[in-house]
């Protein structure tokens, strides 16, 4: 008999402190997008790789990999909005993310590791954001594809921070990253963390 797949990703958590203030902020502004499918506030991460399904027998492998990686604790501030791919044609919804070298350089070394267990390495250079809401109908990827068309359901919540100053939402560190899986379910995606994998304290 075949082991189920999984559909699985590697990200960073929230902070408590960060996340309630976001959830503060999605209250305010969500009767602006009543159509789009807001992200629970208990599901927020920051993507650092997205797998996608594989076989459970494949975990401890993809676990060992991670398991082995070296990199350093460093701090994250979320501020500001925006949209992918565009405005005029927004499918997703986000919160910007400020880092050193140390985040990009994290998502680096995840990727090469899961190439190494036979993942395949990313086609695009990587993006760090929080997503906070996706466009219904059509594909939910960040980035334009061929028939992109303008898209309304962001129109009203796009005037309305226009007119607003931008958001500051705090600065965290990060001191672990995550092994989650991710199942569909009648109230969206529901996320479950696999396995931790903590980053070296920050050398003076």
């Known amino acids: 008999m075949l082991n189920p797949d999984m559909r699985i990703f590697v990200a960073l958590d929230l902070d408590q402190s960060i996340r309630q203030r976001i959830e503060t902020f999605v209250q305010q502004i969500r009767s602006n997008a009543p159509d789009v499918r807001w992200i629970g506030s208990d599901s927020l991460h920051v993507t650092l790789k997205f797998i996608g399904e594989v076989t459970e027998d494949t975990i401890p492998r993809i676990e060992g990999a991670l398991a082995a990686i070296h990199s350093e604790s ?81 129109a009203k919540l796009q005037d309305f921070l226009t007119a607003h100053p931008a958001q500051d939402f705090g600065t965290m560190t990060a001191r672990e990253f995550f092994l989650y899986r991710s199942q569909l379910s009648s109230k969206g995606s529901q996320y479950t963390k696999l396995a931790h994998f903590d980053l070296e304290p920050t050398t003076a």
């Open 74 to 154: 460093f701090q994250l501030r979320f501020a500001g909005t925006g949209f992918f791919p565009a405005p005029r044609s927004a499918r997703v919804f986000w919160i910007g993310i400020a880092a050193s070298d140390a985040l990009s350089n994290l998502a680096g070394r995840i990727d090469d590791a899961l190439a190494e267990v036979g993942i395949e390495k990313e086609g695009r250079a990587f993006s760090p954001h929080l997503t906070l809401a996706r466009a219904r109908g059509g594909s939910g990827a960040p980035g334009p594809r061929k028939g992109d068309k303008p898209n309304r359901q962001f």
